[in-house]
């Protein structure tokens, strides 16, 4: 790609130069910002056959897309004659608050005409009035990961990361002649849309091998691995026909259950006794570990209970019930304590824990986890629940064999998994790179590109 004859500094260090007939401005000299839906309560948000619905951004279609989709709006209660910001087309839209600083800032825009329309609460406006401007060049280059950092490390905070708008209408900004602007647009239009369209098919592989990986666990705990061998009905119909020499018993058959008593988030230090928390099932291990990544200090342990290798430990709550009963099981041969929220499970030795968790993780007990799900807004599960599922077990060293086969397969497909993975944030980064290299005239975009 070409580059453009002369340039001159940007007065940002992190910009460098840009090309010499470029302007230098900020956002403040391009338009005004406004605010998203204020004086609205929880239940506004939720009644769903209200008459006076409305629809507005949400958070989610800003976060997630270049350009507003019209397909994701969500609605809130908005009686006639309210005093509230509608959106127009051709508005840039902000993220101004975030639990990450690389979300925060995130711009988005709507291409669209539409006859009302709001923006969510945690969102600001951008209505360009600078008729020099065109406004999705501007949304381009508030994309591009250059802006994205200099907006982003604005944020203040610490749970929450919250970016003011005195900031955000500070942000530097270089904007070449129209008839320009409009050429990066339909150049990085034509090639993100490229590169999304690789994205979404790997994303597309990654659930099917996921697909594939359920489905293979759950036809090997409830089958076997013999396709040959005799098979008898099962008498529980989310099971179907097992092996004739398998047996079918109900978790009280596993072994002894209990429970972990609350670690506060607080308590968590670097060093320590090593320990596990309940939202570390969901988000740091999968199946099987080995030594945890959090530590408590002695006075947190009197509290709480301790395990040793073999122990099952599944999650007792959940948002909804395809979240509760997740299984993982130590493997490590030193004593880890467990924070509240999680059941455990202690097997007998007649059972392999790995099986176990695999079973567990499995469809045919997903299904009977939720069937025993309680709870609206939380879901539980409870150690009785699991006491009275059904389970299939074949002899111990048919468990042997099936965990030596799964952890083979699965491994295989989990490093094809994060291998499209690996691809799939490489992509991510080659498109913020080009757009950066683009819209700050690092590189000349021209009409038979």
């Known amino acids: 790609m070409k580059q453009y004859p002369s340039y001159k500094d940007s007065g940002v260090e992190w910009i460098g130069d840009i090309p010499i007939h470029w302007d230098v401005m900020r956002l403040r000299n ?72 690389e979300d925060l800032g995130k711009s988005c825009i709507l291409i669209d005409d539409v006859d009302e329309l709001y923006l969510n609460s945690f969102c600001k406006g951008l209505r360009i009035t600078d008729t020099k401007t065109y406004p999705l060049f501007l949304n381009y280059q508030l994309l591009g990961h250059t802006h994205k950092v200099l907006i982003s490390v604005e944020g203040r905070g610490f749970t929450r ?28 239009d034509y090639k993100t849309s490229l590169i999304d369209k690789l994205i979404e098919t790997k994303k597309r592989k990654i659930e099917l091998l996921k697909e594939y990986r359920t489905s293979l666990i759950n036809q090997v705990v409830t089958k076997g691995l013999n ?43 670097e060093s320590g006794l090593p320990c596990v928390r309940y939202g570390e099932i969901y988000t740091v291990y999968d199946l099987k570990f080995y030594q945890t990544k959090s530590f408590i200090n002695e006075e947190t ?35 880890i304590w467990v924070g509240g929220d999680i059941i455990i499970l202690k097997p007998y030795d007649k059972n392999n824990p790995l099986f176990l968790s695999y079973l567990i993780n499995s469809e045919c007990i997903r299904v009977q986890r939720q069937i025993s799900s309680k709870g609206e807004i939380i879901v539980h599960i409870y150690s009785k629940n699991f006491k009275e599922m059904k389970f299939t077990i074949p002899p111990l060293p048919e468990q042997h064999q099936i965990v030596t086969y799964l952890d083979e397969k699965t491994s295989t497909i989990d490093k ?8 799939i944030e490489l992509l991510k980064e080659y498109r913020q790179s080009l757009i950066s290299e683009v819209v700050t005239g690092k590189i000349k975009v021209t009409s038979d590109e």
């Open 30 to 101: 391009i338009g005004f910002l406004y605010g998203g839906i204020s004086g609205k309560s929880g239940d506004d948000f939720k009644q769903d056959d209200h008459p006076h619905n409305k629809p507005y951004i949400p958070f989610t279609n800003i976060a997630n897309n270049t350009y507003i989709s019209k397909n994701h709006f969500h609605f809130v209660v908005m009686e006639n004659g309210v005093n509230q910001n509608l959106v127009k087309k051709f508005d840039l839209f902000f993220l101004m608050s975030s639990e990450t600083q």
């Open 161 to 188: 990361i919250n970016l003011r708008g005195s900031r955000l209408i500070d942000t530097p900004v270089f904007i070449p002649p129209l008839p320009e602007q409009h050429q990066i647009v339909s150049f990085l």
């Open 227 to 269: 396709p040959n061998v005799e098979m008898k009905d099962s008498g529980v119909e989310w099971i179907g026909d097992i092996p004739s020499h398998w047996e079918i018993h109900t978790g009280s058959y596993l072994g002894d259950y209990s429970k972990g008593n609350g670690i506060k988030k607080d308590e968590v230090t």
């Open 301 to 335: 342990s009197i509290k709480s209970n301790s395990v040793g290798y073999g122990t099952l430990m599944m999650t007792g709550s959940g948002e909804t019930p395809e979240d509760i009963g997740k299984c993982i099981v130590y493997l490590g041969h030193n004593t």
């Open 416 to 423: 094809e998994i994060g291998m499209e993975e690996r691809k």
